[in-house]
């Protein structure tokens, strides 16, 4: 009989601007063994995005119901909208045995680690501040009031780090997908994990 373990929880976070999403989306390409929990959000969408794909597109009243009826596993508020990670979908996925990767912002992450503090919690780094800022600024979606606000919200964040697992710098998109990858191979080795698993298969062995 296999012994079934619960999936891995990882959640992805860091400043506004330091490139979680794109960070994300490579390595979802990298790994199909992941899987991408699709958040809820007030803002609207921006042209190319598809709603229950990118984000599950909400009015705040949506939302607000979501809240009361603890739909949410976590839930922000960020620049003026609400983020939220839908809970059912994360606990039945893990349940399956199937790792989930949340890319959520801060405060979000750190709602998470109260709750299920065996997840996996990954903090992207900017290689340097001005870096963060020219990053910010290129994405060419924001206005300057948006960028500025979004700037004040990253340098707090980054006071956050020592509260995360891991710390990973983006220099690169192919090199801190590849060291996330290392990451999660690790934690899915760990003993805690698949010392059940070992266990039975002696047993079954001997
Ligand atoms: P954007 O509007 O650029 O798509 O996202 C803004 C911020 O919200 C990003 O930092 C993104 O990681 C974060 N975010 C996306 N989904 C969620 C969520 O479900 N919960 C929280 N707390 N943050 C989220």
Known sequence: MMVKQKGLLIVLSGPSGV?????????REKQDDIIYSVSATTRNPRSGETDAENYFFKTRQEFEQMIKE??????AEYVGNYYG???AFVEETLQQGKDVILEIEI???LQVKEKYGEGIF??????????LKNRIINRGTETAESILKRMNVAKNELQMMKHYDY???????????ERIQSIIEAERLRKERILPYYEQWLKEEL
């Open 19 to 27: 490139g979680k999403g794109t960070v994300c989306s490579y390595l």
């Open 70 to 75: 603890d739909q949410l596993l976590e839930w």
């Open 85 to 87: 990670t839908p809970r």
């Open 107 to 109: 405060n979000g992450a």
């Open 122 to 131: 990954i903090f992207l780094m900017p290689p340097t501040l001005a870096e």
């Open 167 to 177: 710390l990973v710098m983006n220099d690169e998109v192919s090199k801190a997908v």
